[in-house]
């Protein structure tokens, strides 16, 4: 299960993902209709199920039922073969066999930090994720954001000058991957203003574009790194929140790693094997949420 919440907070809406179903089942507990966050809990084979946590309302319910219908099967859309060859597997002939049988495409996963500090440890957390979804098999693209420097967010600017040339690159990657990985410095407890300042650009509407493109319907997964004991836990709930509310499914794994200085091997790993483990579980989640999630692209 997810975070721990009280009974009346938490409300289970179970994603029947079996052929032919995509349902969204009735609440346990009313919602109270206030700002909405939610995540996925556990994965079991045909079954998603999603902690709507003190907030859902009716557009969390819509986004929902949509990712429902994307990850379930339906007759247009016959069960697949297991996705993306895995890593332990590349040798047996069985998988080889699969993989050539049912060739589906890579999914586009971007990695993304917080930071744009030169020696960010973020930035390091990113590349080894990346570096994870690569050896997967995924289309991994790991972005520094002090390639795209942006302004501050105005709306007089914007109505001015447009969206900026590194806005609208990044939104254009965006729009394309299938899903991404945040890699969140924590800075007072929140998120950095960086990051929030690149998702407020990302999120304004372009011409010919659809609202939220770059987040509505993609999947994410979190990951925090700070040299503080909490390792950036707490930034990791708001940008929860903030992307639950502009339609991205975050995965409910989620890694915050303490004594940052301290947890990267020299080839850019974790040094620490449990750490390690969380990295691939997140960035395994994430990978397979978006093959499926958008395998009739
Ligand atoms: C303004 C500011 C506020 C910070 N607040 C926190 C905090 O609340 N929690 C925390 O763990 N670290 C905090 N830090 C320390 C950052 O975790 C540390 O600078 C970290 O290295 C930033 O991530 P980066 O290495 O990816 O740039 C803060 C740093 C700054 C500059």
Known sequence: MGSPLSANMLSLYQIETRAGHGTVLCPRTPVPSAQQSCSLVQQSPGTISFDFINMASEIQQAHMSEFARRLSCTSDCPPRSPTLPHPQHNQHPQHDQQTKETPMASPRILFLAGSARKTSFNKTLARA??????????????????????????????AEQGIPEHALKLK???????????????????????????????????????????????????????????????????????LSGIGTLVIPEQIALTNAANAFAPDGSLADDTQQQRATKVVTQVVEIAQRLHRND
């Not at 050896?135 to 914007?158: I, K, N, R, S, V």
């Not at 890699?183 to 372009?206: A, F, H, M, Q, V």
């Not at 790194?225 to 929140?241: D, E, F, I, K, T």
């Open 172 to 242: 254009k990657m965006f729009i394309q991957a299938n899903g991404f990985i945040l890699c969140c410095p924590e800075y007072n407890g929140s998120i950095t203003p960086l990051l929030k300042n690149t998702i407020d650009w990302l999120s304004r509407p372009n011409e010919g574009e659809a609202p939220l493109a770059c987040f509505k319907g993609k999947v994410a997964g979190l990951m925090a790194a700070s040299p503080g004991s909490l390792g950036g836990l707490r930034g990791l709930v708001h940008v929860r929140a903030i």
């Open 129 to 158: 994720a990346a570096q994870i979804a690569s050896d997967m098999g995924a289309d991994a693209t790991c972005l520094d954001m002090a390639d795209y420097p942006l302004p501050l967010f105005c709306e007089d600017l914007e």
